[in-house]
């Protein structure tokens, strides 16, 4: 049966816009995330997720440890619930949510911060400075791990820590020792150039060239200057975790022996911007129906809803994928509309009034920010309905 007829089958009760997860899709892609991690534990990135009874059910299967949560109140809420080691991979400035941390010495034991200078230090000490009695705060630090080459007239990955050089870490390490409270417990550095971006590009061979170079020599100069830097702070400090990587750069980051563990996300429900690697392919899990409501001429349906971009540059790369049926396209001067979307192609000759068309969203968790549940699909069968962070009323960013 073919994947359209399956999910009309199991959803036919239904009245869309709603979204569904294929649960043997997304387990597909859980056993070969942690077949490509070779033994080292995977922290689960939330913000790829966003669904706590999703989370819970990838952090049963073998393979997977601990969450990488993207806010303090969100890691707050996981930890109240019951999920535990959960690391913040973003820095915070949430006073109230640093206070309430701090005054909670179980959510403390749980839950890592990240910082990258001492400017976090300073804005978590005058956050909690009334809190009496306060827990020990555990921290991360995050370090630079984006390529940087032609004396740094060319850059490659997130903008994100000021930290790139062993005596930076050092001399940050130093500094949290200095100060009561504190507990510097792991270090991270993610290579958003290689996990983040496709090597495979569509239609553009010398692009894709220049990406596989670019990425050969960033993991060159990553493996030494990142096992150069946890060398530099495990001298200050022990520390409990190493985390790098992402979902494609699991196989070459889990070779360097100073990371103890991997994050993935997006993974799971494996949405469009990754398919383009050519190191894994994974089962789209994660899609969305639209249902059809008008047809204003031949070859030419139009959907309801169906503006759901993506973050990161404008462009037509971080738009929804129209998937089922195949062979339909957005109009050209409309994309995807805000209340309606029109749909061109020889697809669009069959579907009628009433009809679904499925859609996978461009990036993973986000999706969830536009629907309160995820309809969990196993084969042709609808076996359960569990709320996104939306549907728990949870809007953290």
């Known amino acids: 049966m073919d994947d359209r007829l399956r999910y009309d089958r199991a959803t036919a009760e239904l009245d869309p816009p709603f979204a569904i997860l294929d649960l043997a899709a997304m387990r597909a892609n859980a056993a070969d995330l942690a077949r490509r991690a070779g033994g080292k ?14 989370l819970e059910r990838v952090l049963a299967m073998d393979g997977f440890r601990g969450v990488m949560a993207f806010t303090l109140p969100e890691a707050l809420w996981l930890v109240s619930t019951g999920l535990t ?26 839950i890592t911060l990240t910082v990258d200078g001492a400017e976090h230090l300073d804005l978590i000490e005058a956050a909690v400075a009334g809190v009496r009695p306060r827990a020990e705060i555990r921290l991360c630090m995050d370090v630079d791990a984006g390529y940087v ?13 000021p930290v790139r050089e062993p005596e930076q870490a050092a001399a940050l390490a130093a500094a949290i020792a200095a100060r009561p409270g504190f507990r510097l417990a792991g270090l991270m550095a993610y290579e958003a150039q290689i996990a983040g971006v496709g090597d495979d590009p569509p239609g553009n061979a010398l692009l894709a060239r220049a990406v596989r170079l670019m990425q050969a020599r960033s993991a060159r100069d990553l493996v030494v200057r990142r096992g150069r830097i946890v060398r530099a702070v495990r001298e200050v400090c022990d520390l409990e975790f190493v985390n790098g990587g992402g979902t494609g750069s699991i196989e070459r980051t889990v070779r360097e022996k100073a990371v103890t563990e991997v994050a993935a996300g ?5 949405p469009r911007l990754f398919d383009f690697y050519r190191r894994f392919t994974g089962r789209p899990a994660a899609l969305f129906a639209l249902p059809v409501v008008r047809r204003p001429g031949p070859g030419t349906v139009t959907a309801l809803g169906g503006g759901y971009p993506a973050s990161g540059p404008a462009g037509s790369t971080r738009l929804p994928q129209p998937y089922l ?42 999706l969830c ?29």
């Open 325 to 366: 049926p195949a062979g339909l396209r957005y109009a050209p001067d409309e994309g995807a509309g805000e209340v309606q979307t029109p749909l061109l192609g020889p697809a669009a000759h069959d579907l009628r009034v009433g009809d679904r068309v499925w859609f996978r969203h461009a990036k993973a968790g986000e």
């Open 369 to 397: 920010e536009r629907f309160d549940a995820l309809h969990l699909v196993d084969g042709d069968t609808l076996v359960e309905t569990v709320p996104t962070y939306r549907g728990e009323g949870k809007t953290f960013l």
């Open 149 to 161: 080459a032609f004396g740094g007239r060319f850059r490659a990955g997130a903008l994100r820590s």
């Open 85 to 110: 080691d959960v690391l913040v991979a973003y820095p915070t400035a949430d006073r109230r949510a640093l206070a309430e941390l701090a005054g909670d010495p179980a959510a403390a034991r749980e």
């Open 41 to 54: 534990p995977i922290r689960v990135a939330s913000k790829s997720v966003r669904s706590r009874p999703v």
């Open 266 to 270: 997006s993974g799971f429900f494996h």
